[in-house]
C-alpha cells in the first residue's frame, strides 16, 4: 500500500506546491472515494472542496486521470456535461484547456442552443493535470490500493433504509478505515472481463486487474442490490507514420478555439500549434473481414448490452450491412506517434484486426501498437439510487460513473461531481441536494437513471432536455455556479464573484439593447443595413436588430459607442442571449410546472402493491419496482398513465402524513388541477418513451 502526494516537474505544470507524504496518517475519514478515474476524481475533488476529509483509493496513483479510450473530451451533449461540471468549479474543464491540442465546436451551423465543445487531448498532459490539481488540495488524501470490502451496520433509524456503510478494509490492511460516506466509483473494474478473440482474462482496463471480488458480493449479496452486465470495447491504436495521411481528408481545428472553462480566455495550445485530425472511412473489404472472423470473437457473441451511439464495428457491419462507416484518426498527443481511430472499436484476435485495418486505403501498410479489446463488467441497476445518488437501501453509500450504467468521460465526471458534494454533505449531517432536469443537462443526466432506469451503456443527448434552449453551454455559470456557491458549497468565492460579475454586466447588457430605440429606416442608414426591408417603417430596439443573424453586438458598439462599448466582453453572449431571450421566457411556465411536480414528494415507505387507490397491477408493480421520489418522476416512468397519476397524487395528498417528513408540505386544490392539466402531454412523453 502507497499514499503520498504526487509530484510534478514545475517546468510540466503550473503547479509547485503538491505536498508529498507517505503512509496513512488516520483511520476515519468523512468520504472515502474508491476508483481514480473521472467519476471518483471529480468526486473527491467535489467533497474535498465542500470541507469534508477526503480519502481517494485508487489501484494505481499513476494512472489517475488516464483517458482509456478515446483522447477526446466533449461533444454534443457531453460538452454541455463539460461546462456544468467546470461552472461547478470541477476539474475536468479546465484539464481539457491545459491538454487540448484540437478544439472544434461541432453543431455550428446550427444554434447555439446545441453547439457542442469538443476536444482532442494529449493524453500525458491530462493525465498530469488531474494528478497535479487532486494530489495538491486541501483535506485530500490519495492512497493506492483496492477495496475488498465495505463495512455495513444497522441504519439510523429516522432515515430511510436498510443498512449504513461506516467504512472500509482494504486489501492486505488490517486495520478497517472508517468514514460517514463512501462514494463508489468502479467504472468496468466491477468484476471486469476482457475479451479478445476467443481469450478472456479478468480485469477492468488492459493491463489493470478488477475489483477484488468481495466489493462485487457486497453489492449483490449484503445490500441484495439488482445488479446486471454491460460491455464496452476500445480499438487498436495505429503507429503514425505507417499510415498514408495523403488518402485522408484532413480536418482542422477551429482558427479561434473555444474554451471549456469559463475562467479560460484561451487554450493552452495556440491555435497556430493545433494538430488536424483525419476522415477516412470502411471499404468492403472491412465487412468481408468481420463477417468472416465472427466464429473468432466470442465477445460480440455474448448477452451483454454494448453502447449504441458507439458500437464496435463488428456491430455496426452487422447492424447496417452494405454501409460506408466513418473513422476519424485522432492524434494522442502533441508528441505521441501513435494515431486512435475513432469508429474502429473491435474485439477480433490480434492477427484478423491488422488484416482489417489494411482493407482501408489509407491504413493499407499501418501497424498496431496495441491491438483493441472489450470490456464486459457489472452495474447496478441505477433506479435504486436517490437523485442524489445516495442508495435508498444503504444510508451513505453513494455510486457515480459506469457503476449506474453510464458510458463516457462527462457523464462520469458529472456523476462524480454531485455525489461527491452529497457525500461531503452527509459527512457534516447537512441535507442532501438534487438538481432539476429543468437546470441543469447533469439534472437530465440523473433523472434519466433515476427514474427510468437503463438497458444499454447511457450517453447524453441535447435531445434529451426538453429545456435545452435554456439549457445551453454558454450559460451553465449563470445557471450552477451560483446554486453551488451558495447551496452546495462546493463553488470558490473567487468564481463565484466572478459568475456574478458576468451576470451583471449580462443584466446591463440586456437593459442598454432594449433601451436604444429607433425607426428601421434610421438603423438602416447608420449600419448600412440591407437585411431590413425598405418597406418595414416600425420602431425598432437594438435588441430587435441584434436578433439579425449579419448583425453583430460589435457593429452595435461601433455604431453607438457610448452605450455599447462598456458591454464588449460580453458581445459573444449577448447576441446568444438575445436569439433565446423571448423562448426562454415562454419555457419558464412549463419549467415551473415541472419543478412544482419534482417538489411533490412521495413516501418511501408507501406500500404501492396494497395501496388503496385505483391503480392497475402493472402501474403498481412499476411503482414498487423503481420507487420514485417525485410525482415528477412517476410521471416519467414508461408505463404510466395519466388517470394513475392523479390517483396517486390524490391518495397522497389525501392520506394521513403519519411518518412523512415534515417539510413535504400539503398539496392543495389549485395543484391537483395543474397536474391533471398537465398529464395528458406527460402521458404523450411517455408512450413514445416505453415505444423506444
Known amino acids: 500500500m502507497l499514499a503520498r502526494r504526487l509530484l510534478i516537474r514545475p517546468h510540466s505544470l503550473p503547479f509547485s506546491h503538491s505536498r508529498a507524504s507517505s503512509g496513512l496518517t488516520r483511520h476515519k475519514y468523512d468520504v472515502i472515494v474508491v476508483g481514480g478515474g473521472h467519476a471518483g476524481t471529480e468526486a473527491a475533488a467535489a467533497a474535498a472542496r465542500v470541507g469534508a476529509e477526503t480519502l481517494l483509493i485508487t489501484q494505481k496513483i499513476q494512472t489517475i486521470g488516464a483517458l482509456s479510450c478515446n483522447p477526446s473530451l466533449g461533444g454534443v451533449g457531453k460538452g454541455q456535461l463539460v461546462r ?29 442552443a446545441v453547439w457542442g465543445p469538443r476536444a482532442q487531448l494529449d493524453r500525458r498532459r491530462y493525465r498530469e493535470f488531474i494528478q497535479s490539481e487532486l494530489l495538491s488540495s486541501p483535506r485530500l488524501t490519495v492512497v493506492e490500493g483496492s477495496v475488498e470490502k465495505m463495512l455495513v451496520s444497522e441504519p439510523h433509524p429516522d432515515k430511510p433504509g ?34 479478445m478473440g476467443q481469450t478472456t482474462s479478468p480485469g477492468g482496463r488492459m493491463g489493470d486487474p478488477p475489483s477484488c471480488a468481495g466489493l462485487s458480493h457486497t453489492l449483490r449479496e449484503v445490500l441484495g442490490l ?12 495505429i503507429v503514425k507514420e505507417t499510415v498514408d495521411l495523403s488518402l485522408a481528408t484532413v480536418q482542422p481545428p477551429d482558427k479561434r478555439p473555444t474554451p471549456f472553462s469559463y475562467i479560460n480566455t484561451r487554450t493552452h495550445c495556440p491555435p497556430e500549434e ?13 465487412e468481408r473481414v468481420v463477417r468472416e472472423s465472427l466464429h473468432l470473437n466470442c465477445h460480440i457473441q455474448e448477452d451483454a448490452k454494448g453502447p449504441r451511439y458507439c458500437p464496435s464495428i463488428e456491430s455496426r457491419v452487422m447492424r447496417f450491412p452494405g454501409r460506408r462507416h466513418q473513422v476519424w484518426l485522432e492524434p494522442e498527443g502533441l508528441t505521441s506517434d501513435l494515431l486512435y481511430p475513432q469508429g474502429l472499436s473491435m474485439t477480433m484476435p490480434p492477427d484478423v484486426q491488422l488484416r482489417l485495418l489494411r482493407e482501408i486505403p489509407a491504413l493499407a501498410r499501418a501497424e498496431m501498437r496495441t491491438p483493441g479489446y472489450g470490456v464486459q463488467y457489472d452495474f447496478v441497476c441505477p433506479t435504486q439510487l436517490f437523485p442524489s445518488l445516495q442508495l435508498k437501501n444503504t444510508q451513505g453509500l453513494f455510486l457515480a460513473g459506469q457503476i449506474n450504467g453510464t458510458t463516457g468521460y462527462e457523464e462520469a465526471a458529472a456523476q462524480g461531481l454531485w455525489a461527491g458534494v452529497n457525500a461531503g454533505r452527509l459527512a457534516a449531517s447537512l441535507p442532501l441536494l438534487s438538481l432539476s432536469r429543468t437546470e441543469s443537462y447533469i439534472g ?44 452546495a458549497g462546493c463553488v470558490s468565492a473567487e468564481r463565484y464573484g466572478e459568475a456574478l460579475r458576468v451576470r451583471e454586466g449580462l443584466k446591463g447588457g440586456l437593459a442598454a439593447l432594449q433601451s436604444v430605440c429607433m425607426s ?119 408505463g404510466m398513465t395519466p388517470a394513475a397519476i392523479v390517483h396517486l397524487l390524490n391518495y397522497v395528498t389525501k392520506a394521513p402524513r403519519r411518518g412523512r417528513n415534515a417539510d413535504r408540505g400539503s398539496t392543495d386544490s389549485a395543484t391537483k388541477q395543474t397536474w391533471s392539466k398537465g398529464m395528458r402531454g406527460n402521458a404523450q412523453q411517455t408512450n413514445i418513451v416505453s415505444l423506444q
Open 84 to 112: 456544468e461540471v467546470d461552472a461547478l468549479d470541477g476539474l475536468m474543464g479546465r484539464a481539457g484547456d491545459w491538454a487540448g491540442v484540437h478544439f472544434s465546436m461541432l453543431n455550428h451551423s446550427k444554434g447555439p
Open 162 to 195: 436498510k443498512h449504513r456503510v461506516t467504512g472500509v478494509r482494504m486489501a492486505g490492511m488490517e486495520e478497517a478505515i472508517l468514514c460517514s460516506s463512501v462514494v463508489l466509483t468502479t467504472g468496468t473494474f466491477l468484476s471486469g472481463s476482457l475479451f
Open 226 to 237: 439488482t445488479v446486471g452486465r454491460l460491455r464496452t470495447g476500445t480499438p487498436p491504436r
Open 274 to 286: 493545433q494538430l488536424p485530425c483525419y476522415l477516412t472511412h470502411t471499404t468492403p473489404g472491412v
Open 444 to 487: 437530465v443526466l440523473i433523472d434519466d437513471l433515476v427514474s427510468r432506469g437503463v438497458t444499454e451503456p447511457y450517453r447524453m443527448f441535447t435531445s434529451r432536455a426538453e429545456f435545452r434552449t435554456s439549457l445551453r453551454p454558454d450559460n451553465a455559470d449563470l445557471r450552477l455556479t451560483p446554486k453551488g456557491f451558495e447551496e
Open 520 to 638: 428601421s429606416t434610421r438603423w438602416r442608414e447608420m449600419l448600412a443595413l440591407t437585411c431590413i426591408s425598405e418597406t418595414k417603417s416600425a420602431t425598432m430596439s437594438a435588441e430587435d436588430i441584434l436578433k439579425y443573424k449579419d448583425i453583430s453586438f460589435e457593429m452595435l458598439a461601433s455604431a453607438i459607442p457610448e452605450v455599447f462599448s462598456p458591454y464588449l466582453e460580453f458581445a459573444h453572449r449577448l447576441k446568444i442571449e438575445v436569439l433565446y431571450y423571448s423562448h426562454c421566457e415562454r419555457q419558464k411556465r412549463e419549467m415551473g410546472r415541472i419543478q412544482e411536480e419534482e417538489s411533490l414528494l412521495l413516501p418511501q415507505d408507501l406500500d404501492y402493491l396494497s395501496l388503496p387507490a385505483s391503480l392497475s397491477q402493472e402501474v403498481r408493480e412499476i411503482l414498487d419496482r423503481v420507487r420514485p421520489d417525485t410525482l415528477g418522476a412517476a410521471a416519467r416512468l414508461p
